[in-house]
């Protein structure tokens, strides 16, 4: 008589339990070596954080750089069916963009800045120039005259006349003025959007740059003030 299936499975012997696959979780925090281990296998891990770099201008650096390469990747003018960097401009900000986001990633995952990182910090007062000068002379009129001849914009296209009214614009346009709003967006269009982003990583950087070289100077003449004050000290102890 054949046995049936429950009987069968009852006459076998019992599995053994199974281990667990994985390690088990720390109970406690990081310590600092193993914070180090792991900073030193992840390499340039994203988004560059580095938790013994210290130096938060670093991180405005490499914010800065991807500003700016953000910029490129927008358009320049009024036709929005291309980008920045597919003019000769574009594409030199694009270099300096990228410039600025691989030495200053490198500066925060070693904790020291190079003389690529400056140099490059340098270059960005380039950009940082041209884009005042572009947005200084910008006349939305002849951008416009100019977008229409091209077929960039057709049909009723209200903008803001200039950067007095674009600013008066903007502030009907956070009182939910629609028409102020169309204004504002269509004035961004003409000027370019990427030229804005492409200043205002500039301008961090060129910020940053001179805050570092003011706080430096100040630091070095408040040691130097420091060491006259123990000289001076030394010398009143030794003639006591």
Not at 17 to 43: F, I, K, V, Y
Request: aromatic residues 12%; glycine residues 12%; hydrophobic residues 50%.
């Amino acid at each position: 008589m054949s046995q049936t299936s429950g009987e069968y499975l009852a006459t076998l012997e019992p599995l053994e339990p199974l281990e667990s696959g994985g390690p088990e979780g720390a109970p406690g925090a990081m310590t600092a070596d193993e914070a180090m281990l792991q900073a030193m296998r992840s390499g340039l891990p994203a988004p560059a954080i580095n938790p013994y770099c210290r130096d938060k201008s670093y991180y405005a650096f490499l914010w800065a750089g991807i500003l700016m390469l953000v910029g490129c990747i927008m358009p320049f003018d009024a036709n929005y069916a291309a980008a920045g960097y597919q003019t000769m401009t574009g594409a030199i900000y694009m270099l300096i963009a990228i410039g600025m986001i691989r030495t200053w990633w490198g500066a925060i995952n070693t904790n020291r800045s190079g003389g690529s990182s400056i140099l490059w910090l340098l270059v960005c007062f380039v950009p940082l120039v041209a884009t005042i000068m572009k947005m200084a002379a910008f006349d939305p009129a002849k951008a416009f005259e100019a977008a229409s001849s091209h077929g960039f914009v057709t049909g009723k296209f209200e903008y803001a006349a200039g950067w007095g009214s674009f600013f008066g614009d903007i502030g009907g346009a956070l009182a939910k003025d629609e028409e102020a709003a169309i204004r504002v967006g269509n004035f961004w269009r003409l000027l370019g959007p990427g030229s804005f982003f492409v200043f205002l990583g500039a301008l961090i950087a060129e910020l940053g740059f001179v805050g570092g070289v003011l706080g430096g100077a100040k630091k070095n003449k408040q040691l130097k003030q420091a060491k006259m004050a123990a000289a001076a000290e030394k010398r009143r102890q030794a003639k006591s």
